[in-house]
């Protein structure tokens, strides 16, 4: 399986699925680690879920655009359909880094701020896993030519790139 494949709506090369998930993780790791600060800054003015709110919209509009042109190679911006679709995923992001902080103060009635720092970036390095997927296989997969197997049966392997590292993943979709 090749690293990179080309698109043909605007002539740039994009990357395979394992080059995507680097990007992806510098990318959106960056931005996570920065947001992760931006939050505990802000926290201190608001409630930490309004706070987590104010920069997961502003973080995710940042990444859409880096994905866009960098992580998924798309030679264009993301539009609003991309920012859109890329809203949903980060809205469960959102849900899940809060649920955990907010669980964290159920266990823990005062914790540190290192504590909350590091149940925060825990459940973001998570949901990222998850956004990677949706953004790869949903929302930035038409810019790329894919063979794509029978309805009857759908390689996750080929799709995730496992299958340059030589994982043999299969998963039979009906």
């Not at 699925?17 to 680690?33: E, H, L, P, T, Y």
């Not at 930035?140 to 995730?160: C, E, N, Q």
Request: hydrophobic residues 50%.
């Amino acid at each position: 399986m090749s690293s990179i494949t080309s698109t043909e709506a605007t002539g740039v090369v994009a990357p395979g699925a394992f080059v995507s998930f680097v990007r992806f993780v510098v990318c959106g790791g960056g931005v996570g680690v920065l947001s992760s600060g931006a939050v505990a800054l802000l926290a201190g003015a608001m409630p930490w879920v309004v706070a987590n709110a104010v920069i997961t919209v502003v973080s995710t509009a940042l990444c859409t655009e880096l994905h866009a042109l960098f992580t998924f190679g798309t030679g264009k911006r993301a539009g609003w359909r991309r920012h859109w679709q890329s809203a949903g995923s980060a809205t469960a992001a959102y849900a899940v880094t809060s649920l955990a902080v907010l669980t964290l103060h159920l266990v823990q009635s005062s914790p540190g701020v290192l504590t909350e720092q590091i149940v925060y970036l825990a459940a973001s390095a998570l949901t990222g896993i998850g956004r990677f997927l949706v953004l790869r296989l949903f929302v930035f997969a038409g810019d790329r030519d894919r063979t794509r197997p029978s309805k009857a049966s759908r390689r996750v392997a080929g799709a995730l790139g496992f299958a340059e590292l030589g994982f043999q993943i299969s998963v039979e979709v009906a």
